[in-house]
Every structure is written in C-alpha cells, then in structure tokens.
C-alpha cells in the first residue's frame, strides 16, 4: 500500500511538478524509448533483488519471468534503434523513475520472508499498473514512428501480462 | 441386336455390382481409418494468447504450439500432464494426445495465458 501510495505520488509529480518542462505525453519517440528501456531495467533491478532475498518459490518464477522478458523487450528496443541509427534521449521521466526505484529497493532490502514477499509483489503489482497506464494513455498515442509504436503496443501486451501474473501474486501471498 | 443390348446391361450391372460388393467396404473401412487416424493440428502462441485458446481434439490428434512472441513461452497442462517446455520465439514443438491428456493448460512463464481442449473422442 505504501509502495503503491509512493509510486502514485511519483506519477503525480511527473504530471504536476514537472509540467514546468514537460509532461509524460509531450515526450518525443526517442525519450519515450529512454523511458521503456529505464523502466526495463528498474524491475529486473527489483527482480534480482528478490531472487538474492526471498526463499519462496513462486516470487523466484516470477522474478525469473521479469529478467526473461524485460531483458527481450530492451534487446528487441536496441536491435530497433540501431536499425533507426538513433540513441534514446535521457529525460526527467526516465530520471524521475530511477530515483524512485532507489527508495523502493531501499525499502525492500531492509525486509526479510513473507514480509519482502508481499512487498515485493505489491510494488509489482503497482508498478506494472502504473506503467501500462502511462503506456497506454500517454506513450503509444503519441508515438510518432511507426516502428516504435509497433514495439510499444508489444511491450504492452507483455507488462499487462506481468500486471495479472502480480495481482495473481498478491493474492496468493494474502 | 437386342439380345447383345440385354447381355451388355447385364454384364455391366454384374461388374457394378460386384465392383460395389468388393471396393465399398474396403473403401469404407479406409475412410474409417483414416476417421481414426490423429489429425495435425496448430495453436499459435501470439500477444500472450494461445490462438485457438479452445481446440477441438481427441486421442491421437498431433498438436504443434509454436510460439511468434518475442519474449518464451511454454503450453503446461495443469495437470501436469504433458508440456512443450519453454519455446523461444519462432520454436514449436509437437505432442501427440495419448488417452489421459489434460484438457486446461496455460504458459507456465505467464499463468495469465490460459486455454482449453475440448475433447470430441
């Protein structure tokens, strides 16, 4: 819940605090490409986090899921902008959400067994949601490439996977 | 002349008739066979959906999964008892039913993605 709460004060700071210099939505392709490719490697961040803390066998799979495919979803957004010959374009979104999977894995590091477990999936859960709103809402209808947006809707349909697979997670783990 | 016309329709009803008498059953008994023998069939792994996710099937029947994600996927029944283990993007892979097959399976990767056979044996 915490996590949860954390992570809709970060979006909501990207839209408010932040719209002094853009929103989500004003973000060119090759921001938004810097965006997908941080958000990327913060939950394979997380992933490795919980395959070196928990002990329970369903957050490992889970865990093994996200590096999985996360890492397919970065090598096929590589393999598209070495083909456009462009480079992904830091931003304050991609800044925004690496410094809150700072706190977040802060935060879970300090927790131990069933209590990281929950947190862990909760923050999954949160974070997939979070993300495939500002996919669905913000990113893919502004997209101007038609490439990258073929590779975004993909990547959709993957993380709202990974947002079923979390909910179906979290209930276990109730 | 009449006699030859009487004899030929004869002759060619006889032929018929035994030609109907030899070939029905054994052409009969081949389409029974061939009614009993598994079909190939395909389900395609695509957007994290299994495509048909309901496949009408029945012992003996050879299903191919092959997977067109970019990201793996398996095909487990929930019973555990068949799976085509993880297939990366492009791979297939081919299990033939035996009698006890599950019918629900899902991707072991993604319990998200789930689907049916129906059995019509």
Redesign the interface.
């Known amino acids: 819940m915490k996590i949860k709460l954390f992570l809709i004060a970060t979006l909501v700071s990207l839209s408010q605090g932040i719209a002094m210099a853009k929103t989500p939505a004003e973000l060119n392709d090759l921001e938004l490409a810097h965006v997908a490719y941080s958000a990327d490697n913060i939950d394979i961040q997380y992933a490795h986090l919980a395959l070196a803390i928990s002990k329970n066998p369903a957050i490992h799979?889970f865990a093994k899921?996200m590096i999985?495919?996360h890492n397919?979803?970065n090598?096929?957004a590589l393999a598209l902008l070495a083909k456009l010959n462009v480079q992904p374009q830091d931003n304050f979104l991609s800044k925004s959400l690496n410094e809150g999977s700072i706190k977040i894995i802060d935060e879970l590091s300090q927790l131990r067994g069933a209590a990281f477990d929950r947190r862990y999936a909760e923050n999954e859960l949160a974070y997939h949601k979070a993300v495939n709103d500002l996919m669905a809402n913000s990113f893919i209808p502004n997209i101007e490439n038609k490439e990258v947006k073929t590779l975004f809707k993909?990547g959709l349909?993957?993380f709202?996977?990974?947002e079923?697979?979390a909910e179906?997670m979290v209930k276990a783990l109730q | 002349m009449k006699f030859d016309f009487t004899r030929r329709l004869f002759l060619s009803r006889t032929v018929a008739a035994f030609a109907a008498a030899v070939f029905t059953p054994l052409s009969k008994s081949l389409a029974q066979d061939r009614s009993n023998e598994g079909r190939d069939l395909k389900v395609k792994i695509h957007q994290f959906s299994f495509v048909p996710d309901k496949l009408k099937v029945k012992t003996g029947d050879r299903i191919t999964w092959v997977n067109l994600d970019f990201v793996p996927h398996t095909a487990t029944a929930k019973d555990g008892s068949w799976d085509t283990g993880i297939l990366k993007q492009n791979e297939s892979k081919t299990i033939t039913l035996t009698e006890s097959f599950g019918n629900e399976y899902y991707c072991d990767l993604h319990p998200s993605m789930i689907a049916a056979l129906q059995a019509i044996n």
């Open positions: 799979k899921s999985r495919d397919a979803v090598t096929q993909a349909e993957i709202k996977a990974h079923h697979h179906m």
